[in-house]
């Protein structure tokens, strides 16, 4: 299939060693259709991970690309190391996508990977979009997660989904403004990311007053 401009996003997943990239990589895949199972580090089967020393070693040495299709749109997936010794390979794959996936492992919160990641991806005005990891298995510490990557990169930073039952599923607080959460109000979630989204448009903002959440439909 031939693709326009408009219908490509290149997207590089990036973060702190071992906060879950490989993983995630493979469930996007497995999400999109571009693969029937999603391989596991510890099986030594990821897509990304097919270097034999990567797989003895049980995380990533070199950037690797797959894609898939959502929607209409072509999805240029990038899994990138997160050690800093195999860091120039992660930088330079930031040259070549728009959007840098900041992925965060849940137990551990924000680290020294996370910032440098972020700082990065800021300096060259690249779309950052946080991606939190296991969340099913620290629930009790999702509340306080959110709380420092906001006073760490700015109270812009809202959850659009938030997890309920434990961790074991989230519920969207985008586009939903009611539900059950596990750290918080649903509703109170949404207006958040809606006074945020007007706030920044001016546009926006005006029909927003004028006809409410509906006057923000395309």
Known sequence: MTYKTGQIRNVALAGHPSAGKTTLFEALLHAGGAIQTAGTIERGNTVSDFDPMERTRQHSLNT??????????????????????????????????????????????????????????????????????????????????IDQLRSSFGPECLPINLPTDNGSAVVD??????????????????????????????????????????????
């Open 64 to 145: 690797a690309i797959a894609s898939t299709d959502h929607g209409g749109i072509h999805v240029n997936l990038i899994d990138t190391p997160g050690y800093p010794d195999f860091r120039g390979p992660t930088l330079s794959a930031f040259s070549a996508v728009e959007t840098v996936c900041i992925v965060v492992d849940t137990s551990h919160g924000v680290e020294y990977g996370t910032r440098r990641m972020m700082d990065v991806a800021k300096s060259r005005n690249l779309c950052r979009v946080i991606v939190v990891n296991k969340i099913d298995a620290e629930p009790g510490k999702l509340r306080a997660l």
């Open 173 to 218: 607080c985008f586009y939903n403004p009611s539900g059950v959460s596990d750290v918080g109000d649903v509703a109170a979630a949404h207006q958040n990311i809606i006074d945020q989204v007007v706030e920044i448009d001016e546009s926006l903002m005006g029909r927003y007053l004028d006809d409410g959440e509906a006057g923000l439909s395309p």
